[in-house]
């Protein structure tokens, strides 16, 4: 996997599932809920965030619900990857299935909004060139290298599947 | 060293003998629960992607619950979907509009002691209650399942929470579920829940399922109450024998916990639990000054024939306040029907409240009883996070069906205590 490098944008504790996605923009289509990806706790986020940016957050990230479109609207708004001290294990689950970089960063709370971070998501080092900073955490889980390898659960299932009809 | 009861499970799922926590195991699924949220309107573009099929249609429990009834063209699509994805696929298990998927799962005796079961949807925790291990999952994840009958777990370690002692009249296991959210917090990942102790020995299924159903407040991989007589027969008034080595299905006496905890029913006052995390609970006269609007009782965790009882309990010759409003959403068509029977909704109804169909509804603010800005609601339902029920500053206050009444009479937060003989 490559490098992602991005501006940071900051998230405290329990940032829930369901400002991610809003349940009452669930029928819309994924563009119009991406829009309001987060706004409850940043209204500006969405309009703000860009391609390979990466999220920095608190204890329990993504806690509540299973809904899939909270991952999904970070990763169709461009966010590379999220850094936090801990998430909820649903959301890490379907992050991690979409190809979405979820890392555990106990450090977190050092990094500061609109700071430029580097991550290396398999080794797990993490820099901050502007200090010259570095710290590594745990890279991505051995046991889903080859889902994740392969793009993600969708390219790996096919992959699967494949393999099972020859 | 003996297994917990969720490592025997997982253990026999991965088809090995033994499981220790942290271990990650590839694990059968014996019961896959999709709902109309997260179910065929995302599975099936995926299959179609795929060029594949489902593994097990009779493996597969399929309900309508989160856009029921259409309120609109969009609603009604993701419906016709959902039946069309059952006929596709024939799935016999599909509950079209009979209520909330969790629910119907015990309704209809679908979960035996020992199974490994999914569901795409977080409070599928719920499940737990029946003395199986049921954890909930994204819908990506659920199309990995769908597809080949399998998911990956990494072995959680168990922590034992025994309950003991009686409930003061008014008190019941949301109380209780409300508290841990607070003395335990909302991040205890890698961790099961096993709930027990004579307190939950004598709770009915229905109770022990608001136990298990807000593991996922918790953050918990799930919870789980060992079966007894009582689930058993739970499972024979759904009409299902339970399997013959139900009872079997029980932690070792040698068994690892990574934590066991104590505590004592008699204690317990009403709590509940102000904006906007359930965490953030306490006794219910800490938020007894407080007005509120809405009062709504509804969801998987708070609208079966048990709450719906307590609701009548303390509405029985009352009246809602003037400038409150209480909204009841029964769980599932046969509470409905059960309700009815039994003078419930005639009791609810002659109170002045207003009852709404089956379905998951306001709780996550896709149905009927959606708030505006800065309105307060106190609900039955498990989760108070921002904009949750509507408007991002709504302000939503979680508590038991008793004390959601008590304050749909008061006009304010108030003490169920106050309204009971």
Request: charged share 20%; proline share 4%.
């Amino acid at each position: 996997m490559k490098i992602i490098s991005g501006r940071a944008f900051v998230f405290g504790d329990d940032i829930n599932t369901d400002v991610m996605a809003p349940g009452l923009y669930f029928k819309a289509p994924m563009a119009e809920m991406a829009r309001h990806c987060l706004e409850a706790v940043n209204p500006d986020f969405a309009r703000q965030v860009q391609p390979g940016d990466l999220i920095v957050a608190g204890r329990n990230f993504g806690v509540g619900s299973a809904r899939e479109q909270a991952a999904l609207a970070l990763t169709h708004l461009g966010v590379g990857a999220v850094l936090a001290v801990s998430f909820g294990r649903i959301f890490y689950r379907n992050a991690l299935n979409f190809g979405l970089p979820a890392l555990v960063f106990p450090g977190a709370g050092l990094i500061r909004a609109g700071d430029t971070l580097q991550l290396d998501p398999v080794t797990g080092r993490i820099e901050r060139p502007a200090t010259g900073e570095s710290w590594t955490v745990q890279g991505l889980p051995v046991h889903l290298m080859a889902m994740i390898e392969a793009g993600g659960l969708m390219p790996w299932l096919k992959l699967r599947l494949a393999k099972e009809k020859t | 060293m003996g297994q917990t009861l969720s490592e025997k499970i997982l253990a026999h799922a991965a088809g090995q003998p033994v499981a220790r926590p942290g271990e990650i195991l590839t694990c059968r699924v014996d019961l896959a629960l999709l709902l109309d949220s997260g179910g065929p309107r995302r599975i099936w573009p995926r299959l179609k992607e795929l060029g594949t099929g489902v593994w097990d249609a009779d493996r597969i429990v399929l309900c309508t619950d989160h856009f029921t009834p259409a309120v609109d063209a969009e609603s009604a699509a993701i419906l016709q979907l959902t039946r069309e994805f059952a006929a596709e696929f024939g799935i016999r298990n599909f509950f079209d509009m009979r209520g909330i998927g969790h629910v119907l799962l015990a309704e209809q005796g679908l979960l035996q002691p020992g199974m490994f079961a999914c569901g795409g949807d977080s409070h599928s925790s719920m499940g737990g209650a029946f003395g199986c291990f049921m954890a909930g999952f994204g819908a990506i994840e659920m199309t990995g399942v769908v597809v080949t009958g399998e998911i990956w777990i990494q072995v959680p370690e168990t922590v034992q929470l025994n309950w003991s002692g009686r409930f003061g009249h008014g008190v019941v296991a949301k109380d209780i579920a409300l508290f841990l959210c607070r003395e335990l917090g909302m991040e205890n990942g890698g961790r099961v829940i096993e709930y027990g102790g004579e307190t939950v020995r004598a709770m009915s299924v229905w109770e022990r399922m608001v136990l298990t159903n807000m593991a996922a407040e918790l953050g918990a991989e799930t919870g789980i109450v060992a079966a007894d007589e009582v689930t058993l027969a739970a499972l024979r008034a759904a009409g299902r024998e339970p399997a013959a080595e139900a009872l079997q299905w029980r932690g070792d006496a040698d068994a690892a916990y990574l934590d066991v905890r104590n505590y004592a029913a008699d204690d317990l006052v009403p709590q509940v639990a102000a904006p906007h995390s359930p965490a953030n609970s306490g006794p219910v006269d800490s938020c007894d000054k407080v007005r509120i609007g809405q009062a709504y009782i509804g969801a998987c965790v708070g609208a079966k024939l048990t709450d719906l009882h307590m609701v009548a309990e303390v509405l029985k010759g009352r009246k809602v306040a003037n400038g409150s409003r209480l909204l009841v959403a029964p769980s599932s068509s046969a509470v409905m029907a059960q309700a009815a029977a039994d003078g419930t909704l005639a009791t609810i109804s002659a109170a002045g409240a207003y009852i709404l169909p089956t379905g998951c509804g306001a709780c996550a603010a896709l149905g009927a009883g959606v708030l505006a800005e800065n309105e307060v609601c106190i609900s039955s339902t498990n989760r108070n996070f921002k904009g949750r029920m509507g408007a991002n500053s709504a302000q939503v206050y979680l508590a038991s069906p008793y004390t959601v009444a008590a304050s749909a009479v008061a006009g304010r937060i108030a003490d169920p205590r106050e309204f009971l003989a």
